[in-house]
């Protein structure tokens, strides 16, 4: 049985090496088949996504403008509140400079 194992032993060894090498190639090259495809994949997406990088800029400029013009609209309505209510103070102030000169007036 040991001359049959030292025997036969190594050249079954042989033969499940060689079919795993063969086994690997094949592997191997349906990989790099796999990758070839994928490459041009993303080749060609990144061939759409540069086609529309105008869009995206034409996109990022209007929204640059239009938040400036809501910045300056809503600054200018700010101001003009604040303006409303320092008139309103301002007139207060009088009222009561007014109302205290009449009190020293009548004593």
Same mark, same amino acid.
């Given at each position: 049985?040991?001359?049959?194992?030292?025997?036969?032993?190594?050249?079954?060894?042989?033969?499940?090496?060689?079919?795993?090498? %063969?086994?690997?190639?094949?592997?191997?090259?349906?990989?790099?088949?796999?990758?070839?495809?994928?490459?041009?994949?993303?080749?060609?997406?990144?061939?759409?996504?540069?086609?529309?990088?105008? %869009?995206?800029?034409?996109?990022?400029? %209007?929204?640059?403008?239009?938040?400036?013009?809501?910045?300056?609209?809503?600054?200018?309505?700010?101001?003009?509140?604040?303006?409303?209510?320092?008139?309103?103070?301002?007139?207060?102030?009088?009222?009561?400079?007014?109302?205290?000169?009449?009190?020293?007036?009548?004593?």
């Amino acid at each position: 049985m040991q001359e049959f194992l030292s025997a036969y032993l190594p050249i079954l060894i042989y033969i499940l090496l060689c079919i795993l090498i %063969v086994l690997l190639i094949i592997i191997s090259v349906k990989v790099i088949k796999t990758m070839n495809r994928v490459e041009s994949i993303v080749d060609d997406v990144d061939e759409k996504v540069k086609s529309l990088n105008g %869009v995206f800029n034409v996109v990022d400029a %209007v929204t640059d403008k239009l938040s400036a013009l809501t910045e300056v609209i809503s600054d200018s309505i700010i101001l003009f509140i604040k303006g409303i209510f320092k008139r309103k103070k301002k007139k207060l102030k009088e009222k009561e400079m007014e109302d205290q000169e009449d009190g020293e007036e009548e004593e």
